[in-house]
T-cell receptor, first 114, second 116 residues
Framework: EAQVTQNPRYLITVTGKKLTVTCSQNMNHEYMSWYRQDPGLGLRQIYYSMNVEVTDKGDVPEGYKVSRKEKRNFPLILESPSPNQTSLYFC?????????????FGPGTRLLVL | AQKITQTQPGMFVQEKEAVTLDCTYDTSDPSYGLFWYKQPSSGEMIFLIYQGSYDQQNATEGRYSLNFQKARKSANLVISASQLGDSAMYFCAMRERTGGSYIPTFGRGTSLIVHP
């Protein structure tokens, strides 16, 4: 089954404790991205990757890191989480990064930073 | 200025009736894509329908259709014969070329409630 998977689905952590949210897709997609969703703000892009070893900042990259060592995986790293990073996070992928490419989303990760 | 505007924070519709969710966009890129996603209360984002800027005909996917009016820069989602399971948040999104990449932008969403 073609899908985007994220782990964990739910996470409660404390300020400053490094965490990683994994994302994996099995569709051989080149483009992957991370979003955060906050009430009333819709989805905002954090980082994206056009291909292996190619990453770039989205609209709200502060406090986040990513890596793309393999085509299928695109982990999101919070080196020192803060309460304002409490949010719903989505990973998404598409075949390419062009305008007509449909993105497919993972199930989301709900993060609470205390 | 917002690139994607969804003016209806919430909509109510009776089961089996049609409903239109509004979306206007702003871009100077001639080659862009417009998308609608559904987010039920369980939280996942479900792709519904896509319209390319060069497509001559309005996109349709089952009960979903996209009323694409390019000159007005609007891409309204029409759901025919609403069902209770259509109750969800709906997001309009656009992908346009910004610099060397295609950056997606999402609207703030419309909450749709279908009542019996």
């Amino acid at each position: 089954e073609a899908q985007v998977t994220q782990n964990p689905r739910y996470l409660i952590t404390v300020t400053g404790k490094k965490l990683t949210v994994t994302c994996s897709q099995n569709m051989n997609h080149e483009y992957m991205s991370w979003y955060r969703q906050d009430p009333g703000l819709g989805l905002r892009q954090i980082y994206y990757s056009m291909n292996v070893e190619v990453t770039d900042k989205g609209d709200v990259p502060e406090g986040y890191k990513v890596s793309r060592k393999e085509k299928r995986n695109f982990p999101l790293i919070l080196e020192s989480p803060s309460p304002n990073q409490t949010s719903l996070y989505f990973c998404a992928s598409s075949f390419g990064g062009r305008g007509q490419e449909t993105q497919y989303f993972g199930p989301g990760t709900r993060l609470l930073v205390l | 200025a917002q690139k994607i505007t969804q003016t209806q924070p919430g909509m109510f519709v009776q089961e089996k009736e049609a409903v239109t969710l509004d979306c206007t966009y702003d871009t100077s890129d001639p080659s862009y894509g417009l998308f609608w996603y559904k987010q039920p209360s369980s939280g996942e984002m479900i792709f519904l329908i896509y319209q390319g800027s060069y497509d001559q005909q309005n996109a349709t996917e089952g009960r979903y259709s996209l009323n694409f009016q390019k000159a007005r820069k609007s891409a309204n989602l029409v759901i025919s014969a609403s069902q209770l399971g259509d109750s969800a948040m709906y997001f309009c999104a656009m992908r346009e070329r910004t610099g060397g990449s295609y950056i997606p932008t999402f609207g703030r969403g419309t909450s749709l409630i279908v009542h019996p």
